[in-house]
């Protein structure tokens, strides 16, 4: 049966906490404060550049340094955006098992598209169907329009794709665009409990992803 998988990218499909902490912590190094561990950092990465500046700095959008450390962040994580960036446990295995089931895959992710398309060169992954990033379209998630622009694209209905994410906005996206959902609790899931998203599905590894997407899909 035919379909498309699309995955929200950072802590669902690829883990990018690393790197992204990384250019965390070189904010709090240029202002004499000692690195936070990655873990710290983990929960904030699906908030993006805002999220890791207030976590790693404190800094509000109101507070004066708050846009220097947000460029500094960015300018800083281009240049290590693909140091420790591996896909997922399991998430290699997956894509074989979307491959053998005739279905195409690709990625909807808020993340800017001079930052996503060179980390998923690095990645190697020819066969990604579609890649929307959070300035593709005029509105990102959790507005429906990324997700129903990546089914147009690739020549689907929404309600024949299935949308995977570990953000609620990736849940309320999917819900909006009229596709099926699958939280992935395995994420990094920022500050809203999984079980009050409203997800059609809850992965809590990658290994109980493809049983989902074929429920999802109506293949079992």
């Known amino acids: 049966m035919s379909g ?8 669902t499909f690829a883990d990018t906490a690393p790197d992204m902490a990384a250019a965390a912590n070189m904010q709090r190094a240029k202002r004499g404060l000692e690195p936070l561990p990655v873990e710290a950092l983990r929960p904030f990465v699906s908030m993006g550049a805002r999220g890791l500046v207030k976590a790693a700095l404190s800094f509000d959008t109101d507070h004066p340094e708050f846009e220097l450390a947000r460029q500094g962040f960015l300018d800083d994580y281009q240049h290590v955006m693909t140091a420790q960036t591996r896909l997922f ?10 491959r053998a089931a005739h279905m195409q895959w690709g990625i909807v992710t808020n993340k800017h598209t001079y930052l996503a398309e060179p980390i998923m060169a690095a990645l190697n992954l020819p066969d990604c169907a579609v890649l929307v990033c959070g300035d593709t379209c005029a509105h990102a998630k959790p507005h429906p329009i990324p997700l129903e622009f990546a089914a ?15 953000d609620l906005r990736d849940i309320q996206a999917a819900r909006a665009a009229g596709m099926p959902s699958i939280a992935a609790a395995y994420g990094y899931c920022g500050e809203h409990p999984v079980d009050q998203w409203q997800a059609d599905f809850v992965a809590n590894n990658t290994a109980e992803l493809w049983p989902a997407i074929k429920t999802a899909r109506g293949l079992i």
């Open 152 to 166: 147009q694209q690739v020549g689907y209905h929404t309600d024949h794709c299935v949308y995977i994410g570990d």
């Open 89 to 98: 446990d399991g998430i290699e295995a997956l894509l074989l098992q979307i």
């Open 4 to 11: 498309l998988i699309l995955f929200d990218f950072d802590g």
